[in-house]
């Protein structure tokens, strides 16, 4: 991709084509097309232009000649109307190598036109206001959903949930500025600073609240678009890796007798009732000499740290020897060598040779991801980026509520921190630097 460009930069006179369909042989391919030659390209190539939104069967020809390259279906969407807000197309061609290679060979020829970068369609989409940041966020993440509940978070994402959500928020932020506005014209009056505080604090409540009731969801949204961190650790020898294996059900990890035997983490991804999931095997914990096992068990341990959930595996039922943040479950494993006699209460007895609790376990897993699933599907903080801006306003709305001698100026300072907060995050300002981040992620075409 050649370097980044910045909103104002852009050259809107360019029109851009794309392949948008994969690579490889397919029924169709689709070549998508925009920007303000797309009328006169469309003419060119396939000697009319269909009515807007209309397939139309036509013959494309090589404009000098007159070679037919082939007979497709052809769409044309007149700006603003249109996916990117411009006039664009879309060629629904024979998913031919040769007919696409003859097709692009043309479009390339034509002056003023250029091949799309990474996505270019999407950014235009996003410059011409067809679309805010947060439905293009929606729109990469639908790209990238292989779970079910990523699917429904990206749609609703893509739906524009961001601004429905934030948008009755900064209205009365809007309403609570000009209040403060009045007083601030009349800042000698204390009587009136006093009862514009009281006015503008009713007014914030409910958007205090509806920010810290997303906020509450934040972990488990970032979970739903991410995965649920799920990490064995225990000591050596404990069946970790073998548990590991058992849930994957195929064998990712080495087993064997020999303790010490895992060394990095080793990764595992799954899908827990539509919940993304990566399960993670680490060395086992002891005091070693080996310096390479003792890089492994501080990557055990940092790892474990981060969990969401721990796995903590042992054959003698000893209590965690991990630092973690997450929920911790402790699993005695080979129960299938100790003798009912000798079982504790409320311990949680795995097998894997004889089966014993393992289904029972694997239920587990899946009502543990599901509960973070369903709220965090329906969160709206997907991204660190979402929960920055949402904490951001936050704490500049309690800087106003807290504190009832706040000055009316400062309070003006607080609120527009909220509102920019706000804005930011569909990118009604300061853009530029996410800009470029989101839209270098998407492939060419979109
Ligand atoms: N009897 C019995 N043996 C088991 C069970 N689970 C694992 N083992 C055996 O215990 C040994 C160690 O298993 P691993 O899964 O390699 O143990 P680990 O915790 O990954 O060990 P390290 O990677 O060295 O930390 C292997 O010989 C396994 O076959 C079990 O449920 N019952
Ligand atoms: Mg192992």
């Known amino acids: 991709m ?13 029109t851009i084509y794309a392949v948008a369909t994969g690579a490889g042989r397919a029924a169709i391919a689709v070549v998508r097309i925009s920007g303000p030659d797309s009328r006169a390209l469309v003419r060119l190539m396939a000697g009319r232009v269909p009515e807007p939104r209309q397939a139309d069967l036509v013959t494309l020809r090589h404009p000098s000649t007159h070679d037919i390259l082939d007979r497709c279906l052809l769409l044309f969407f007149e700006g603003p109307k249109s996916e990117t807000g411009e006039d664009s197309a879309e060629f629904h061609l024979h998913g031919s190598r040769a007919v696409l290679a003859a097709v692009l060979d043309v479009l390339a020829a034509l002056p003023n036109v250029r091949q799309a970068e990474p996505g270019e369609f999407a950014r235009r989409s996003f410059l011409n206001g067809k679309a805010d940041l947060a439905q293009m966020e929606g729109l990469a993440d639908l790209l990238d959903a292989e779970t079910q509940w990523q699917r429904r978070q ?31 014209d009349f800042t000698d009056d204390v009587d009136l600073a006093e009862t514009v505080h009281g006015t503008v604090i009713a007014l914030l409540w ?3 609240k509806g920010l810290r009731h997303e906020l509450g969801q ?8 991410d995965g649920v961190q799920i990490v064995i650790a225990g000591p050596p020898n404990a069946g970790k890796s073998t548990l590991l294996n058992a849930l994957a059900k195929r064998d990712a990890a080495i087993v064997s007798t020999i303790a010490g035997t895992t060394r990095d983490p080793i990764e595992v991804h799954m899908d827990f009732d539509g919940c993304p999931v990566t399960l993670v095997d680490t060395a086992g914990l002891r005091d070693s000499s080996d310096s390479i096992e003792q890089i492994g068990i501080s990557r055990a341990r940092s790892r474990a740290d981060e969990a969401d959930l721990l796995l903590w595996l042992s054959e003698d039922g000893r209590p965690p020897e991990v630092e973690t943040s997450g929920v911790v479950w402790s699993i005695v494993t080979k129960a299938d060598a100790i003798p009912p006699d000798r079982r504790q209460p409320e311990t949680f007895y795995l097998s894997t040779e004889t089966g014993e609790n393992l289904a029972a376990l694997l239920d587990r ?5 599901r509960g973070i699933a369903q709220s965090g599907a329906m969160g709206l903080l997907t991204r660190t980026r979402h929960r ?7 704490q500049a709305l309690v800087r106003i509520v807290g504190d009832t001698s706040l000055p009316v100026e400062l309070m003006a300072e607080e609120l527009r921190a909220a509102r920019f907060a706000l804005e930011r995050l569909i990118g009604t300002v300061d853009v530029e630097d996410i800009l470029g981040d989101i839209f270098s992620r998407f492939c060419i075409g979109k």
């Open 206 to 208: 409910p958007v205090l």
């Open 365 to 369: 897993l899946a009502d543990y991801a």
């Open 154 to 184: 990206a749609q609703r994402q893509l739906s524009g949930a961001m601004r429905d959500v934030t948008g009755p928020w900064r209205a009365i932020l809007v309403q609570a500025s000009a209040q403060i506005e009045t007083a601030i």
């Open 388 to 394: 920055q801006a949402f904490e951001a306003a936050e």
């Open 218 to 225: 934040a972990k488990a949204a970032e979970r739903v678009r």
């Open 2 to 14: 050649s370097k980044q460009r910045s909103a104002g930069e852009i050259m809107r006179a360019e």
